[in-house]
């Protein structure tokens, strides 16, 4: 039997990368895939691999590429305004490149007189302090109905209350205005520190990036320095999510969203947040540390995790503290429209450590690369 397709063209961004291929792999695979996807790709090369996935021929969803990047702001509004969905995957902070995309929407929007849909990456990085792992804290977020504080819980605050100075909330708040303003619907869905290889045919084919970044960065710092590393004391709390299921979250808005009379929330009431657990950054490294000694990959026999120098952060994070900061909330909401995360224990994650501790290696031997925190978490 053949699927039956939502009938809705997207424009995409961000395929190549570990988020997009996961959310392409899971959209072309949902019980109702788009009619048409426009890829937005840097790389030429990669164009016949996308064109040619099975998933798409199965499900009648034909796949067109358009070789650009986020920098190439006509190209983005003119695909935008083509479209009746754009998912934005590629960047969380790259304000510019949103604003092409709004643009080309309200052309869409003032040419068929309805309302395209957005559906974008931002990240749990919004919520961060400013702790450098010297404590763990109690402030909440809900991406649903703020509570109270209780005697058993602390309050659950809302999105509302974040600075507009806080990670990515510029961006954000710029797509909020359009919803705001008529001109598309939005759905934000915030990933946390995402982990599992990506699984699917892009993958297998070399078309995306199948490592994540948090943890894999972590690994590769420690291999440089012959030993697990951290900021602070590594006491700050961050929440988790397996890529499997962060697929499910977005298949979930996807179909919920285009269906014929979508009854999920959009603009202030489209949040989602795609936090399944949470974990330490000290219990992190230290399982870090602990698959260093226990493979053999370091000379030194110490597991626990030492406190990165100023150099170290330098060489690995640009200078940033940001792998310090705490980031906590709740996912009501995802979770009210169905969701149902597999994988919500921070054994977990830490079982998945021990395996990315080797393949990390494997691929990469010591290299690092110096991050400047402008992905979607």
């Known amino acids: 039997m053949t699927t039956q397709t939502s009938g809705k063209s997207v424009f995409f961004t961000g395929a190549t990368g570990y988020i997009g291929g996961t959310v392409l792999e899971a959209i072309l695979n949902s019980p109702q895939p788009p009619k048409l996807v426009t890829l937005l790709i840097r790389d030429e ?73 957005l559906i974008e990456t931002s990240g749990t990085g919004v919520l961060v302090d400013n702790a450098k792992g010297a404590y763990p804290n109690d402030i909440i977020y809900t991406d649903l109905n703020p509570t109270p504080a209780t005697k058993d819980s602390p309050a659950l605050l809302s999105m509302t209350e974040l600075p507009p100075t806080a990670p990515h909330r510029n961006v954000d708040l710029e797509i909020l205005a359009a919803d705001k303003a008529g001109t598309i619907k939005s759905y934000i869905v915030l990933p946390s520190t995402i982990w599992g290889k990506g699984v699917g045919e892009v993958y ?30 590594g006491k700050n709390i961050w929440p988790h999510v397996k890529i499997t299921d962060l697929a499910s979250l977005y298949e979930l808005v996807w179909l919920k969203a285009t269906q014929p009379n979508p009854t999920i929330g959009h603009g202030p009431s489209g949040y989602y947040f795609g936090i399944s657990g949470e974990y330490t950054l000290f219990g992190a490294t230290s399982r870090i540390g602990q698959a260093l000694v226990k493979n053999n990959l370091i000379q030194s026999k110490e597991t626990t995790p030492t406190t990165f120098t100023e150099e170290d952060l330098k060489k690995y994070y640009n200078g940033s503290s940001y792998m310090g900061t705490n980031s906590r909330g709740v996912a009501d909401r995802s979770k009210s429209i169905g969701w149902r995360p597999k994988y919500t224990e921070q054994q977990d994650l830490y079982d998945h450590i021990d395996r990315e501790v080797v393949r990390v290696q494997k691929e990469f031997g010591n290299e690092y690369k110096v991050k400047k925190f402008t992905s979607s978490y």
């Open 45 to 117: 090369k990669k164009s016949s691999g996308f064109q040619s996935l099975d998933a798409a021929k199965k499900n009648n969803v034909e796949i067109k590429t358009l070789i650009g990047s986020l920098e190439d702001l006509d190209k983005i509004t003119a695909a935008a305004s083509e479209h009746d969905v754009t998912i934005h995957t590629a960047d969380a902070d790259n304000l510019e490149g949103v604003k092409a995309i709004l643009k080309g929407q309200k052309i869409r929007k003032d040419k068929t007189g309805h309302r395209p849909l």
């Open 204 to 233: 297998d084919k070399g078309l995306s990036n199948s490592f994540s970044d948090q943890i894999p960065t972590l690994i590769k710092a420690a291999l440089d320095r012959g030993r697990a590393g951290m900021v602070g004391e």
